[in-house]
């Protein structure tokens, strides 16, 4: 009787002990479970969060996009516009036949003058503070010679502008290009007179622009007829 007590005690305490073991292991994998589940929502919560950033960012580029159009839109219209000042050759030709002029090439210098009238730089779009006639007349010679230093050559002291017969003497001369045999410079004369008339007006007939002693000439003589028509 002592060892049957004893085997069905035994007994009993075996399932005591498979039943904590399978209690033991469904709260392990309802744990386990729950962890997934939590993983599962941060995992959720990470790719919402990198979906959101993603978005933003799109939309970023979006804008940036947008505004990169903005820019290639302005710069198409701002070739537009230079278009539009672009001239023809048959155009260009015409301004060159009213305002430059060009000696025989004596004694082998050869010398192309522009006057950059007010005309002039209005046709062509050119910035009239590079040739300085916001005060005053101003000419740009291109000198060319195939041997010797036409550097040593000064415009102010040899050169003379006559306005319909008047005598105007050079204000400077300015190099903007200091090549020995290929120089270009600006003379400016005096826009107005000592009492601050207009030398140059809608009466003015001629100029003429004279240049003494260049490689040994005695004058070489340049003349605009006014007024200047060109039909553009």
């Known amino acids: 009787m002592i060892i049957k007590s004893k085997t069905k005690i035994g007994i009993l305490i075996l399932i005591l002990i498979i039943l904590v073991s399978i209690t033991a292991c469904s709260k392990s994998t ?18 919402n ?44 030709r015409e301004i060159q036949d009213a305002f430059f002029r060009r000696d025989q090439g004596q004694a082998g210098v050869w010398v192309d003058t522009l006057w950059a009238a007010d005309k002039y730089l209005e046709l062509t779009g050119k910035n009239p503070q590079e040739f300085g006639t916001h005060d005053a007349i101003s000419f740009v010679l291109f000198m060319t010679t195939h041997s010797g230093n036409l550097l040593d050559y000064n415009p102010v002291n040899n050169a003379e502008l006559f306005v319909d017969g008047k005598s105007v003497q050079p204000l400077d001369w300015t190099l903007t290009s200091e090549s020995t045999h290929h120089p270009v410079g600006i003379l400016r004369f005096p826009r107005a007179d000592i009492d601050g008339n207009s030398l140059i007006t809608d009466e003015t007939k001629e100029l003429k622009l004279v240049l003494k002693n260049l490689r040994g000439v005695q004058e070489r003589t340049f003349i605009w007829e006014l007024p200047i028509e060109v039909d553009i």
Request: aromatic residues 2%; negative net charge.
């Open 30 to 47: 309802e744990q386990a479970t729950l962890a997934e589940e939590n993983g599962e929502l941060s995992s959720s919560d990470t790719v």
């Open 49 to 92: 969060d990198n979906g959101n950033a993603e978005a933003n960012q799109s939309t970023e580029d979006l804008q940036d996009n947008s505004n990169g159009y903005d820019e290639k839109t302005q710069e198409s219209q701002d070739l537009a516009d230079e278009d539009k000042k672009k001239l023809s050759v048959s155009e260009m």
